[in-house]
């Protein structure tokens, strides 16, 4: 089992920047990878972002050139680092570890951005 806990979450102007953090506990396997999904009102989920384990990342055309995903040296956290930050951003913010035993979810935190 793999545990997600979330930070970093919270109100900004649009313009502006916030950093999320996804720490992952318990049997983390080498080969893996973690992600950033977001959920708006009425919307669909949309997966953001991916790392891999080595560092390999992918972004959704919507966040492409403002959002920047990013893992530790111990591999057990994964950072967003969100700038220019748009009212259409506002979703809560889950981040997610897939691995051989399954896919791990966190509760999730909610990114607000007023104009």
């Known amino acids: 089992q793999v545990q997600l806990v979330e930070s970093g979450g919270g109100s900004v102007q649009a313009g502006g920047s916030l950093t999320l953090s996804c720490a992952a506990s318990g049997n983390i396997l080498d080969i893996n990878i973690m992600g950033w999904s977001r959920q708006a009102p009425d919307k669909q989920r949309e997966q953001v972002a991916l790392?891999?384990?080595?560092?390999?990342?992918t972004y959704a055309d919507s966040v492409e050139g403002r959002f920047t995903i990013s893992r530790n040296s111990a591999k057990d956290t994964a950072y967003l680092q969100m700038i220019n930050l748009q009212t259409e951003d506002t979703a809560v913010y889950s981040c997610?570890?897939?691995?051989?035993?399954?896919?791990?979810w966190g509760q999730g935190t909610l990114v607000t951005v007023s104009s």
């Open positions: 997610n570890l897939q691995q051989r035993d399954g896919e791990y």
């Open positions: 790392i891999t384990a080595s560092g390999l990342a």
